[in-house]
């Protein structure tokens, strides 16, 4: 059973610039969270996804959004990049709604922004 | 953003030695569950619990869900090199705050 997969696995961009990551869950789930992680702020939630909709929203500004598609894959968008957007950002899914906690993660994307 | 209060930070340990962690939160969790990142990949489950007071083991990983609700330890037995890694507490609560909140993490060294 293929994991969890997200593409790019690493991207450089500068400021003001956007960026699109996506994620393919693993097949069956239909839950989909997003984290951002760095060195100082750790794991942040930024939000989850289940049967299209977005069911959660961490504490990230509105330059930080996502979507589902109807295949249970999602993106994740983040406009204007700021030098502190710079981190590793993790896709996971889950059979359903996060109710349980137990999620699969993906590798990740890191995103450098210069 | 909020984070649990992970203990310790980092930690060297000889392999074949028995290791502790814990993580505290101020906010009661309905749900506690220990990750474990290698370099380079996402976090991967190691153990989830659902009750407190709960004790659940895992080949030599045992963790516990605090009475309080409130904390959660997690122990390594007879450490090996595969062991290294970054580890993970994270909690969540019910309803609509079913986001799970992580702790700072412990970055666990064996010596050989």
């Known amino acids: 059973k293929a994991g969890v997969t997200q593409t790019p696995r690493y991207l450089i961009k500068t400021r003001g610039q956007q960026v699109t990551l996506s994620c393919s869950p693993i097949?069956?789930?239909?839950?989909v969270s997003w984290y951002q992680q760095t060195p100082g702020q750790g794991l942040q939630f930024l939000f989850e996804?289940?049967?299209?909709?977005?069911?959660n929203k961490g504490n990230f500004p509105g330059r930080f959004s996502g979507r589902q598609f109807s295949n249970s894959r999602s993106e994740m968008n983040v406009s204007t990049l700021e030098l502190g957007d710079s981190a590793l950002y993790l896709c996971a899914s889950s059979p359903g709604p996060m109710n349980t906690g137990e999620l699969f993660f993906g590798e990740g994307s890191r995103l450098t922004v210069l | 953003g909020q984070q649990l209060n992970q203990s310790p930070q980092s930690m060297f340990i000889q392999e074949g030695e028995d290791v502790s962690m814990n993580c505290t939160s101020s906010?009661?969790?309905?749900?506690w569950l220990w990750y474990k990142q290698d370099p380079g990949e996402g976090p991967v489950l190691l153990i989830a619990?659902?009750?407190?007071?709960e004790l659940t083991s895992n080949g030599r990983l045992t963790a516990q869900f605090g009475i309080t609700r409130k904390d959660s330890f997690l122990n390594i037995s007879a450490s090996i090199p595969s062991d290294v890694g970054i580890y993970f507490c994270?909690?969540?609560?019910?309803?609509?705050?079913?986001?799970?909140?992580f702790g700072t993490g412990t970055r666990l060294q064996v010596t050989l």
């Open positions: 619990l659902y009750k407190a007071g």
């Open positions: 906010s009661i969790f309905n749900t």
């Open positions: 097949s069956g789930h239909r839950s």
């Open positions: 994270a909690g969540q609560g019910t309803g609509t705050a079913s986001k799970l909140t």
């Open positions: 996804y289940f049967s299209e909709t977005q069911r």
